[in-house]
């Protein structure tokens, strides 16, 4: 997901770009080697800017989901690290011979 935002991102910066150093000033201009009218030119700009945006939410919805992700693992790490501790401990005091006590 936050690659795919990122390529969104790119994407509509790159749109941007070539709108505002590569196109031709005038009524009916040229973008990239395309003939565009005014109105084309704005929707190019709404998708470039509504591209940015998406791309954005996506690589802070995936950003997050990694975070959360990446805790719970460090804890699955913590919890099984005690289980074995405890398993080990369970398996030393099974091998160690009984004492008195626990004849009686």
Do not use: Y
């Not at 791309?55 to 719970?72: D, H, N, P, Q, Y």
């Not at 690290?81 to 160690?96: C, G, N, T, V």
Request: proline share 3%; glycine share 12%.
């Amino acid at each position: 997901m936050v690659i795919l935002g990122l390529l969104l991102i790119l994407a509509g910066a790159a749109a941007v770009c070539a709108a505002l150093f590569v196109s031709e000033p005038g009524v009916g201009g040229e973008l990239l080697g395309f003939d565009v009218t005014t109105l084309q030119s704005f929707f190019i700009g709404v998708g470039a800017g509504g591209a940015i945006l998406l791309g954005v939410s996506i690589l802070k919805w995936g950003t997050k989901r990694g975070l959360v992700a990446r805790r719970e693992r460090k804890k699955l790490t913590r919890l099984n690290q005690k289980l074995s501790e405890a398993q080990a401990e369970r398996r030393h005091d099974d091998d160690a011979p009984p004492s008195r006590d626990e004849h009686l």
